[in-house]
């Protein structure tokens, strides 16, 4: 049945969705003719019906305090927490703005106000990780390191516009199902894109938007500026799957050791690359109380796809897997095997007391998970 289904999302039988329909909604499709079986009536898990697992609620019901302020002055580290739903686009544009994305785009701000709010669409509230709260934040530590002159001054400004566009849209139309599960089910995505598949259909949606003239922001640039800023943003794109860590990280190392050649544009990418990384897996350098937030959302992602592998009966995932270990131990593994090195090898590149500070609450948050896990131990 999944030869006949939708990029990205999952194909069931009416039995099935019967099983979920309390926890997932679901759409109707055509009857569609499924080989051997005859016309039959098939439907499509369109996510979530509401955040399982005890998840801390979106930030709607957030107090906001920093809602007034404007995100963009001198780009201090904001959590999409303390802003309001509604702030969440107005606050991406002006970020996006303030790092020179206008100027770079040859656009005003309201092209870049109507693309936001299409990415906007195609992120889904109830999916309780890779949602809108999740890409604003991911734009604004972008946006934090775009400040820092460090780093600035290492890319041209085309490149800092594709850093920010693939901030935007590095999960666009994310549904919350990891690649692997995308595989186990022989999705039409992962058979379209049988590695990096998430990471690829976020790249072609982007592409989408871009190919209607009222979403196309890349629409003054010549066509030589805009294949170079699309393989900038398909590559930084590209390294946010977390399946290809262990090669990139090697990799970017090696070039590190050897010198990098600023003037030479696969180091700037390599670097731009490594910005999108950083800020996709930086909610550890906000500090230890954001750190437990975002973990404890991604963690009720990796239940809402457990519940439909069960309902499904498909075989446990790794997902299942971190889910049942201990919660503080594989932070703490994560912290020190991932995230600290990669915040290490920018600090290596573009030393600055802005990547200082950030290491800093690395390290709290690693102190932090330590302790808790130490904890856990005793008890
Ligand atoms: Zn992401």
Known sequence: METNGVLGCVNISKETRDEIAEDFSCQEREPIHIKGKGIMISYLVTGPKHTLGGSPPLPETAISSASGDSPALGFPLVDALSLTRGDLVPGIVSLMVAAGA???????????????RHVDAQHDDRVPYHNMCHVYNVVQMLCVFLGWPEVRAKLEPLEVAAVLIAGLCHDLGHVGLTNDFLKEIQAPAAKRFPTSTNERLHFQNLETLLSASETDILSELSESDRA????????????????????????????????????DRSNRNFLASLLMKCADIGNEARGPQA????????YAEFRNQIDIERALGMKESPSAKLVEADLYQSQLYWCEKVTIPLFKLLAALAPCTGIDSLLDNLDETRKFWKLQASRRKVF
């Open 228 to 263: 170079r800023l699309l393989d900038t943003v398909a590559e930084c794109i590209g390294a946010t799957d977390m399946a290809r860590h262990g090669t990139l990280l090697q990799k970017w190392r090696r070039w590190a050791e050897m010198g990098v050649d600023w003037r």
């Open 102 to 116: 206008l100027d770079a785009l040859k656009i005003d701000t309201c092209l870049l106000e109507r693309f936001a």
């Open 291 to 298: 750190a437990q937030f975002w973990v404890a959302r991604l």
